[in-house]
C-alpha cells in the first residue's frame, strides 16, 4: 500500500516568511496533487504536477519523481495562507489515476 | 458553473437511522467519489463512479452504499448510522479516471451520529 508522507506536521511561521512543505511517497505515480483545506472549509486543487515545477502567485511546487518527493513553497507568507496543506498522489500501480492517496495535511499557522 | 456541490451542511442522526448525502457537478465529469475525512487520517475513498451505472468500492466501504443514475448525481447511502460513521464527507470529481486532471471537490457534509 502505497504511503504518504507529510513533514513537519504542524508549521507555525512569521508573517513575511518563506515556508516549506514536503511530501514523500513510497511507490511510483502518475502524478502529485497539493491541495488547501481552510478552517472549517471545503477542498481546493492548489497543483498537480508529474515533473518539474509549477508556480502560481506566490506558491510554487517542485517534484523529484527519482527521490518519490515533492515540496510546496510559499514565498511571503501571509496570514490568510494559515489553513491545511495535504498531498495526494495517484499510484502507477492502481491504473487509475483519479483514485488518490492522501497524506494526513499540515497544519500551517503564519502570526501576523 | 456551480462546480460541485453537496447537501445537507450539517447532519445529526441518532444510530440505526438512514439518510442520503447527496452529491451534484455540473462539469460534465466522468468521475465521481466520496471521501471522508477523520481526525489524524488522511482522506479516504468510500466508493467511486466512473460514468452512469458504473460504481466500485474504495478504501472504506462498509455501511454506505452508492448508486448513479446520471452523471450528475452521486448520492451516498448510509443504511444503518452507527457513530463510527461520525465523520466529514466529501465529494469529489474530476474530468476522467484515467488520465490525470484536476479533483473538484464539494463543501464536505458534517455528519454526527449520537
Known amino acids: 500500500k502505497n504511503e504518504v508522507e507529510q513533514s513537519p506536521q504542524n508549521l507555525t511561521a512569521q508573517e513575511g516568511e518563506f515556508i516549506t512543505i514536503n511530501c514523500s511517497y513510497s511507490?511510483?505515480?502518475?502524478?502529485l496533487h497539493w491541495l488547501q483545506q481552510h478552517p472549517g472549509g471545503g477542498i481546493v486543487s492548489l497543483f498537480m504536477?508529474?515533473?518539474g515545477k509549477k508556480k502560481h502567485g506566490r506558491l510554487i511546487a517542485t517534484i523529484n519523481i527519482q527521490e518519490k518527493h515533492s515540496s510546496l513553497h510559499i514565498t511571503a507568507s501571509h496570514p490568510r495562507d494559515s489553513a491545511v496543506y495535504i498531498c495526494?498522489?495517484?499510484?502507477?500501480?492502481?491504473?487509475?489515476?483519479?483514485?488518490?492517496?492522501f497524506g494526513k495535511g499540515i497544519t500551517l499557522s503564519v502570526r501576523p | 458553473n456551480a462546480g460541485v456541490t453537496q447537501t445537507p451542511k450539517f447532519q445529526v442522526l441518532k444510530t440505526g437511522q438512514s439518510m442520503t448525502l447527496q452529491c451534484a457537478q455540473d462539469?460534465?465529469?466522468?468521475?465521481m467519489s466520496w471521501y471522508r475525512q477523520d481526525p489524524g487520517m488522511g482522506l479516504r475513498l468510500i466508493h467511486y463512479?466512473?460514468?452512469?451505472?458504473?460504481?466500485d468500492q474504495g478504501e472504506v466501504p462498509n455501511g454506505y452504499n452508492v448508486s448513479r443514475s446520471t452523471t450528475e448525481d452521486f448520492p451516498l447511502r448510509l443504511l444503518s448510522a452507527a457513530p463510527s460513521q461520525t465523520s466529514v464527507y466529501f465529494c469529489?470529481?474530476?474530468?476522467?479516471?484515467?488520465?490525470?486532471?484536476?479533483?473538484?471537490f464539494g463543501p464536505g457534509t458534517r455528519l454526527t451520529v449520537t
Open positions: 469529489a470529481s474530476s474530468y476522467s479516471m484515467h488520465q490525470n486532471h484536476e479533483q473538484y
Open positions: 511507490v511510483g505515480i502518475s502524478a
Open positions: 504536477l508529474s515533473s
Open positions: 495526494a498522489v495517484s499510484p502507477l500501480l492502481t491504473g487509475a489515476n483519479s483514485k488518490l492517496t
Open positions: 462539469m460534465n465529469h466522468e468521475y
Open positions: 463512479s466512473v460514468g452512469a451505472g458504473i460504481t
